[in-house]
Nanobody, 120 residues
């Protein structure tokens, strides 16, 4: 299972750090991704980290968001800086042994989502 947390209400320009903790398995051999879905919009990928550590960022967030992992805690983080109102969405983490499954949004494990709201 994955447990996402850390969302909240923040003003434009503020920062949040999301966490995604795994239970029942370790992230060692897994690819992990962060996604978000805004009201009325399709789910979009934000960042994906393969098992070998390579990390991809979507264009909309690549200079503001940072993916990191704490292996000892079996937790991954998404540091979000310079937040904008258009970043408002429910944020999800996902994991799978298959990188393409995560990138394609069909990962085996999904967190429950955490709401991020950025006020203008």
């Amino acid at each position: 299972q994955l447990q996402a947390s850390g969302g909240g209400l923040v003003q434009t320009g503020g920062s949040l750090r999301l966490s995604c903790a795994a239970s029942g398995f370790t992230f060692d051999d897994y690819s992990i991704g962060w996604f978000r879905q805004a009201p009325g919009k399709e789910r979009e990928g934000i960042s994906c980290r393969s098992a070998d550590g390579s990390t991809y960022y979507a264009d909309a967030t690549n200079t503001r968001f940072t993916f990191s992992i704490a292996n000892a805690k079996n937790t991954v983080y998404l540091q979000m800086n310079s937040l904008k109102p258009e970043d408002t969405a429910v944020y999800y983490c996902a994991a799978d042994r298959v990188y393409r499954a995560v990138v394609g949004g069909t990962g085996n494990y999904w967190g429950q989502g955490t709401q991020v709201t950025v006020s203008s």
